[in-house]
């Protein structure tokens, strides 16, 4: 029991950690405002310091089957889940809009900004090249799968690919994967300036959502697809998840891993695809603010269960 409640309070002081970035960026934007140009650190995250978190990622451990049978499995059961639940949208809700936030908003977690740090946290830094590799399928499923679902089938297959293609942290975690495989290793002064981008980038990100919360405006809930899609996030999803993953070979250190990614809340990419698709973004916004609160209780619960 005492080790339980050790672990539990680790956890707690591991999400203070995680989580106090975030509320510094939302004290920094409420206190100076226009000052605090939130697209500027959206392009200096995305385009300079994500790649960072990526190619550290790939230096931490030797890539071996077991590594990359980990992003395949996490993208299959994506796949798996969508489906049935896409299915059952179209029947929930007449507006298309609404249709389509329920259908994908649950399955773009913070994989990254929140999942690969709360990772080196709970599991250490052992953890961060398999949370790099779920990022990197992510990243695939939010600027693919997510691009198609949020603009409701408009989005040419090519220009989607081009998108993709135009993230760095996609070249760059082929390129770092690729010299992972050949055995290139990196000398310590490297190393050490690959941590320190990828820490930075990961600061800088949680920093960026906190910016994003503090420009939330509620101006009404609509219950049906809130309760909707954070009970899928929060409940649904991760338990067809551990179902899934019960009879899989796969060692239990790597299956808490991923059950941790897919309980991640939602990314803040949601906004920018809603935005862009004219999606209503004020919601998808909202979404992401109360499944960041949420996250806290959650993964506490989620601890103990891992500690017994």
């Not at 994908?104 to 709360?118: D, E, K, M, S």
């Amino acid at each position: 029991m005492l080790d339980i409640i050790v672990f539990m309070i680790h956890i707690f002081s591991s999400i203070v950690f995680v989580y106090i970035f975030i509320l510094i960026g939302f004290i920094a934007k409420s206190i100076f405002k226009e000052k605090i140009d939130s697209r500027t650190l959206t392009i200096t995250s995305v385009y300079f310091m994500q790649p960072f978190v990526s190619v550290w990622g790939f230096s931490t451990a030797k890539l071996s089957v077991e590594h990359l049978y980990i992003p395949l499995l996490y993208l299959g059961i994506i796949f798996t889940l969508l489906l049935p639940i896409a299915f059952f949208a179209k029947r929930l809700f007449k507006d298309p809009k609404e249709s389509a936030i329920f259908t994908i908003a649950g399955f773009v977690g913070n994989t990254g900004n929140i999942g690969i740090p709360l990772g080196i946290a709970l599991f250490g830094e052992q953890s961060v090249i398999y949370t790099t590799l779920i990022n990197i399928a992510n990243v695939i499923v939010i600027y693919g799968l997510g691009a198609y679902v949020y603009s409701r089938g408009s989005f040419n297959i090519k220009q989607s690919i081009i998108n993709m293609l135009k993230i760095p942290i996609l070249p760059a975690s082929l390129v770092a994967a690729t010299l992972n495989i050949l055995g290139v290793n990196y000398i310590s002064e490297i190393k050490e300036m690959l941590k320190m981008g990828a820490y930075h980038g990961i600061v800088l990100q949680l920093f960026l959502l906190g910016t994003f919360l503090q420009t939330i405006k509620i101006k009404e809930i609509n219950y049906k697809l809130f309760s909707g899609v954070l009970g899928l996030k929060f409940i649904a999803i991760p338990l067809l998840t551990y179902l899934i993953l019960i009879p899989l070979p796969v060692d239990s250190f790597v299956k808490n891993i991923l059950l941790m990614q897919m309980l991640t809340p939602l990314a803040v990419a949601n906004i920018n695809l809603a935005s862009l698709y004219n999606c209503k973004p004020d919601v998808v916004t909202a979404l992401i603010l109360f499944s960041t609160l949420l996250f806290i209780g959650v993964i506490a619960t989620f601890g103990y269960f891992v500690a017994l």
